[in-house]
């Protein structure tokens, strides 16, 4: 699974700072996303991509921003951090096909004071 | 949109017992349901999953039933350990579409 990693682990940042989180993929997958969790919430999809240049609004996108301008990379940038987007986010990523071995990053513990 | 229901939110049982997780889809069009375990502090990984054109798949002390008509499908555990004690996460999707539609997680506990 080292295939598919994000940094950093642990981010501590201010309420009003932009911070970017990092996601990186190895096996050229087609899809990747971002997800946060949160208790009682389980994983909500912020944003997706289908291919390089393509990205698409999931469930909760608001105050997020994403880029996609190679394959194998798809950070995820909070403009203007609030306390609310303290939470854990995951990175993943699918090929296409019925065995798209979708598969999880590590997670970024994220805490905005 | 597709909306995936997971219950129980918490389930505590007895090492040996066996453990039930039901999740109940909207959308008829989903045709692959994976399932993923998530141990405390890790990544959700996939343990198991099943295709709309198979009713039941097993693998080792882990299956997955799906009935189509009445749109739910199950996890079942055999034999609990306590290694797995972890978060359950049910999933659905499209044939075509590679973006699941995720439960909101039932936590096991599984008491020495």
């Known amino acids: 699974d080292a295939g598919i990693t994000q940094s950093p682990r642990y981010k501590i940042t201010e309420t009003g700072r932009q911070v970017t989180l990092m996601c990186h993929q190895t096996?050229?997958?087609?899809?990747m996303f971002w997800y946060r969790q949160d208790l009682g919430h389980g994983l909500r999809l912020i944003y997706y991509s289908a291919a390089a240049d393509i990205t698409d609004k999931g469930e909760v996108p608001d105050g997020y921003v994403v880029s996609r301008s190679k394959t194998e990379n798809f950070p995820l940038t909070l403009e203007s951090a609030t306390r609310s987007q303290t939470s854990v986010y995951f990175c993943?990523?699918?090929?296409?096909?019925?065995?798209?071995?979708?598969?999880f990053g590590s997670g970024t513990r994220l805490t905005v004071v | 949109g597709e909306n995936v229901e997971q219950h129980p939110s918490t389930l505590s049982v007895q090492e040996g017992d066996s453990a039930v997780i039901k999740c109940t889809y909207s959308d008829s069009a989903s045709n692959y349901f994976p399932w993923y375990k998530q141990e405390l502090g890790k990544r959700p990984q996939l343990i198991i999953d099943i295709r709309s054109n198979v009713g039941e798949k097993k693998d080792q002390r882990i299956a997955v039933t799906l009935n189509k008509t009445a749109k739910h499908f199950s996890l079942h555990i055999t034999e609990t350990q306590p290694e797995d004690s972890a978060v359950y996460f049910c999933?659905?999707?499209?044939?075509?579409?590679?973006?699941?539609?995720f439960g909101r997680g039932t936590s096991l506990i599984v008491h020495p």
């Open positions: 999933a659905a999707s499209k044939g075509g579409s590679y973006i699941p539609t």
């Open positions: 993943a990523s699918s090929g296409t096909g019925w065995d798209y071995g979708y598969t």
């Open positions: 096996w050229s997958h087609s899809y």
